[in-house]
């Protein structure tokens, strides 16, 4: 399986397109519920992440060119390795 788009780690979140990664400066490590929301663009590689309605972190120049292929899978939580 190769991962397209991944978000990981809530203690500061990394975004993943492609296998180029941006760790960002927003957390959701305090117990409480939040939604966390993040957009990209090929062109310029722009991205943005948005916590509780709220821009929290942005940048440009991820995986300028790439493309996320159609037919995956969304997991949430934790990939089982034993597919």
Do not use: P
């Not at 400066?25 to 916590?51: E, M, P």
């Amino acid at each position: 399986m190769t991962l397209q788009l991944t978000i990981t780690d809530y203690n500061g979140f990394v975004l993943s397109i492609a296998g180029e990664k941006v760790v960002t400066d927003v957390t959701a490590n305090d117990g409480l519920w939040h939604f966390i929301c993040t957009t990209w663009t090929s062109a310029g590689g722009r991205w943005s992440v948005f916590k509780d309605g709220v821009l929290a972190d942005f940048g440009q120049k991820l995986a300028i060119g790439s493309r996320v292929r159609a037919g995956g899978q969304i997991v949430i939580g934790q990939v089982n390795s034993v597919l």
